[in-house]
């Protein structure tokens, strides 16, 4: 296993992801598909419009506004599982720490179109998104609950900066569009039980279609400054990391908020 978890770091070091078909069992997916429809269809009633006009993904997961205290915990214990810790201990080597989750579907408007993007464009302009890319650890963890169409990814983008033609369709320039295919684009179709890894910040987008209910995990880096971008509701109090089998995930966002990082 040791050298299989090298060989898992060695691809996400050189592609910017890696997937592990048939990670989770059938019973592990099961009693995870429980708890996100839980949150799932209380999120959709809450926010019908937005849901019905243009959402494809919601977040914050964990925390306390649809999900109750023990289905809160089951989903903590989840995202620190032996399982996932030694894929992310594997992948991040300085303290990683937790950031949110965030759930894919698929869109209400069967019409609406996928698109291509890396997530720090939407904090940085183009310049900082350059130096994001070589400076920032941030990766997800997709568990997918049902059959999928899955992602499609542009290996070795979570290194170098785009080219002339991933450029302008991300940022739609010259005009071109978001949702155009790119040549250098890889799909990597999922199936429920896989584990696609995979950093934030490469080129990347989520296929619509079929079943598509996905869970990310996101974590970063302790030495990177994110702490302020993670919501305190959705970090386990106190009573409940007594309760979580391994919340070191947890603990070290909560230390690293706690010193302003």
């Not at 890696?18 to 009693?31: G, K, L, P």
């Not at 894929?87 to 209400?108: C, D, G």
Request: charged share 30%; with cysteine.
């Amino acid at each position: 296993m040791v050298e299989d978890l090298k060989q898992l770091s060695v691809n996400y070091d050189e592609k910017g992801y890696f997937v592990i078909r048939d990670y989770f069992n059938e019973a592990e997916i099961s009693a995870l598909r429980k708890v996100i429809l839980t949150f799932h269809e209380l999120w959709k009633k809450d926010n019908k419009t937005f849901y019905q006009e243009e959402a494809f993904n919601s977040s914050l997961i964990t925390g306390s506004v649809y999900l109750k205290s023990d289905d809160r915990i089951k989903l903590f214990d989840f995202i620190s599982s032996e399982k996932i810790m030694k894929i992310v201990e594997s992948v991040v080597t300085n303290k990683p720490a937790f950031m949110n989750t965030q759930l894919f579907f698929n869109p209400f408007n069967t019409k609406q179109e996928n698109f291509w993007h890396r997530d720090c464009q939407y904090d940085h302009e183009v310049e900082e998104q350059k130096k994001a890319i070589q400076e920032t650890q941030v990766i997800h963890l997709r568990v997918p609950l049902f059959d999928e169409l899955g992602m499609e990814l542009v290996p070795g983008t979570h290194k170098r900066w785009d080219n002339e033609e991933e450029f302008d369709v991300r940022l739609e320039n010259n005009k071109r569009l978001s949702s155009e295919n790119l040549s250098g684009g890889k799909e990597i179709p999922l199936a429920a039980g896989d584990l696609l890894v995979f950093s934030a910040d490469m080129i990347h987008r989520g296929l619509y279609g079929l079943d598509r209910l996905a869970l990310d995990i996101l974590v970063f880096d302790s030495s990177a400054d994110f702490a302020d971008y993670v919501d305190d509701d959705c970090l386990p109090d106190t009573n409940m990391l007594k309760q979580i089998n391994d919340p070191r995930l947890f603990e070290n966002t909560i230390k690293l908020k706690s010193e302003g990082r």
